[in-house]
Nanobody, 115 residues
Framework: QVQLAESGGGLVQPGGSLRLSCAASGRIRSINFMAWYRQAPGKERELVALITSGGTTNYADSVKGRFTISRDNAKNTMYLQMNSLEPVDTAVYYC?????????WGQGTQVTVSS
């Protein structure tokens, strides 16, 4: 079992920045990749960014150039640095980890971009 805990969400003005964190605990060996998803009200959950165990990253087109995903293996923590935030980025952001073929999800953290 892998437990994931997100933090760092909140209210920010358009153009502002936030950094989300996802701390992994439990049996964390062999996590193939980790990712950030988000779900806005009335919309389906969508992939924002992912990072493999080897450090390869991939981003949704809507966040390329603004968001950066990273991980600190020593701290078992993944991050999402979000810059130039826009109101359309408002959503609950979820952390996901895949161990072998088993997905694990965090509880989510709310990000609200509003003036």
């Amino acid at each position: 079992q892998v437990q994931l805990a997100e933090s760092g969400g909140g209210l920010v003005q358009p153009g502002g920045s936030l950094r989300l964190s996802c701390a992994a605990s439990g049996r964390i060996r062999s996590i193939n990749f980790m990712a950030w998803y988000r779900q806005a009200p009335g919309k389906e959950r969508e992939l924002v960014a992912l990072i493999t165990s080897g450090g390869t990253t991939n981003y949704a087109d809507s966040v390329k150039g603004r968001f950066t995903i990273s991980r600190d293996n020593a701290k078992n923590t993944m991050y999402l640095q979000m810059n130039s935030l826009e109101p359309v980025d408002t959503a609950v952001y979820y952390c996901k980890a895949v161990q072998y073929t088993i997905p694990y999800w965090g509880q989510g953290t709310q990000v609200t971009v509003s003036s």
